[in-house]
């Protein structure tokens, strides 16, 4: 079992950045792909980024490639999200998830655990 809790969220104007946090609890932390997704209101959940267990292989949400960056530090249970060049699009809530196994996931479903999710919003 790992648990997630998010943070780094907050209020930025469009063209800034942000770096969210997701920690996690228990001993495998690095048997787990994570992944970031993101919702906005009247909107269904959707991927943005993904890292493999080991860090070595990412993933992008076309429309944030080159603007995010996902990353992790296993030796502190942490995963990262370095969000650049934002956009007012880019406002939604934002969850980390993890999922055990070396395939990256990029669909909500195949993700076993969820933090609580972070604010993040983008003003014009």
């Known amino acids: 079992q790992v648990q997630l809790v998010e943070s780094g969220g907050g209020l930025v104007q469009a063209g800034g950045s942000l770096r969210l946090s997701c920690v996690g609890s228990?001993?495998?932390?690095?048997?787990?792909?994570m992944g970031w997704f993101r919702q906005a209101p009247g909107k269904e959940r959707e991927f943005v980024a993904a890292?493999?267990?080991?860090?070595?292989?990412?993933q992008y949400q076309d429309s944030v490639k080159g603007r995010f960056t996902i990353s992790r530090d296993n030796a502190k249970k942490t995963v990262y999200l370095q969000m650049s060049s934002l956009k007012p699009e880019d406002t939604a809530v934002y969850y980390c998830?993890?999922?055990?196994?070396?395939?990256?996931?990029?669909?909500?479903?195949?993700?076993?655990?969820w933090g609580q999710g972070t604010q993040v919003t983008v003003s014009s």
């Open positions: 998830a993890a999922v055990r196994g070396v395939v990256l996931r990029t669909t909500a479903s195949e993700y076993d655990h």
């Open positions: 228990g001993r495998t932390f690095g048997d787990y792909a």
């Open positions: 890292i493999s267990w080991g860090g070595s292989r990412t």
